[in-house]
């Protein structure tokens, strides 16, 4: 029986399963058998038990997000020296040079950032 098929058949059967099963489970299925009992409380913005207040767009200096930036970047970095750091004995030569030209190249990232004073928070 299946020989018949064309070979694309079922790829184009899965696609389509895999759009319809989800968006009916969220569209249809979910409103069915989730609870929904809406008050006043529960569509209030919650802020820490405080009554909201202001605008919520508020504008940040974008100094805020490079120096979070520059912390996110240099804390993943230097996740990479602990594998380095326990499997030290195996590698050999080869990984030292290696990692000493990735902290070298993290210290001339730092000295960048330190000189175009991304660092000063003020």
Known sequence: MFQYWNP???VVLFAVLGI????ASIWILGPLL???HPTEAKEA????????FGDAHV????RYYLFALMFVVFDVE???LYPWAVAF????????TEMLI???LLVIGLAYAWRKKVLEWT
């Not at 504008?59 to 974008?62: G, L, Q």
């Open 59 to 62: 504008r940040y200096n974008a």
């Open 89 to 96: 004995k195996k590698l050999g030569m080869f990984a030292l």
């Open 8 to 10: 694309y058949f079922l």
């Open 45 to 52: 913005t919650y802020e820490s038990g405080l009554e909201p």
């Open 20 to 23: 319809i099963l989800p968006v």
């Open 102 to 104: 990735f902290i070298l």
């Open 34 to 36: 989730r609870p929904n």
């Open 78 to 80: 230097t996740l990479f």
